[in-house]
T-cell receptor
Framework: DAGVTQSPTHLIKTRGQQVTLRCSPK?????VSWYQQALGQGPQFIFQ???????QRGNFPDRFSGHQFPNYSSELNVNALLLGDSALYLC??????????????FGNGTRLTVT | GQQLNQSPQSMFIQEGEDVSMNCTSS?????WLWYKQDPGEGPVLLIA?????ELTSNGRLTAQFGITRKDSFLNISASIPSDVGIYFC??????????FGTGTRLTIIP
């Protein structure tokens, strides 16, 4: 039973560039959430996708966008990269019908470094 | 917005010792989750608590959902080297949107 998989594992970009991160949810899960984890901090919610639509969004600018595909996989896009976007980007999947507090299963993340 | 504060921020213990950490919130939560994160990996769910006053165990780990619903506690008994890592509490602020605590870093001294 494959868990949440993310690619790439590491990425180095230059300020102003654009980046796309990818996530495949745990088998049987239909909801994907993205989190940003800065060094030494807890993960911060970016947004969540269900049925190919953004369902919830955290306090992140429009430079952060996403997409969910019919097979439930998801992409996170960040435009006009800033140095402050350097972080570990975590994807988490869950089952929507389990409601509040349904346990999230996290991938191992993509480490993005912006120089 | 809601904030979850964890204490202590870091712990240095010897193998075999028991560990206690806690998490407090400015707001009420209906669910408390405890995650552990190892270096280079994503958080892994340890224990989920769904009811005020609930006490739940997972092996050597025991967590409690505070009666006020504004706090939670995690205890680890007889620590072993693989317990090293960062422990996060988390609570849903909206369905499936988790707010994470500031983390407690556990280090075991040889």
């Amino acid at each position: 039973d494959a868990g949440v998989t993310q690619s790439p594992t590491h990425l180095i970009k230059t300020r102003g560039q654009q980046v796309t991160l990818r996530c495949s949810p745990k088998s049987g899960h239909d909801t994907v959430s993205w989190y940003q984890q800065a060094l030494g901090q807890g993960p911060q919610f970016i947004f969540q996708y269900y049925e190919e639509e953004e369902r919830q969004r955290g306090n992140f600018p429009d430079r952060f966008s996403g997409h969910q595909f019919p097979n439930y996989s998801s992409e996170l896009n960040v435009n006009a990269l800033l140095l402050g976007d350097s972080a570990l980007y975590l994807c988490a999947s869950s089952l929507s019908f389990q409601g509040e507090g349904s346990p999230l299963h996290f991938g191992n993340g993509t480490r993005l470094t912006v120089t | 917005g809601q904030q979850l504060n964890q204490s202590p921020q870091s712990m240095f213990i010897q193998e075999g010792e028991d560990v206690s950490m806690n998490c407090t919130s400015s707001s009420i939560f209906n669910t408390w989750l405890w995650y552990k994160q190892d270096p280079g990996e994503g958080p892994v769910l340890l224990i989920a608590l769904y009811k005020a006053g609930e006490l739940t165990s997972n092996g050597r780990l025991t967590a409690q959902f505070g009666i006020t619903r504004k706090d939670s506690f995690l205890n680890i008994s007889a620590s072993i080297p693989s317990d090293v890592g960062i422990y996060f509490c988390a609570g849903p602020t909206r369905p499936e949107k988790l707010t994470f605590g500031t983390g407690t870093r556990l280090t075991i001294i040889p």
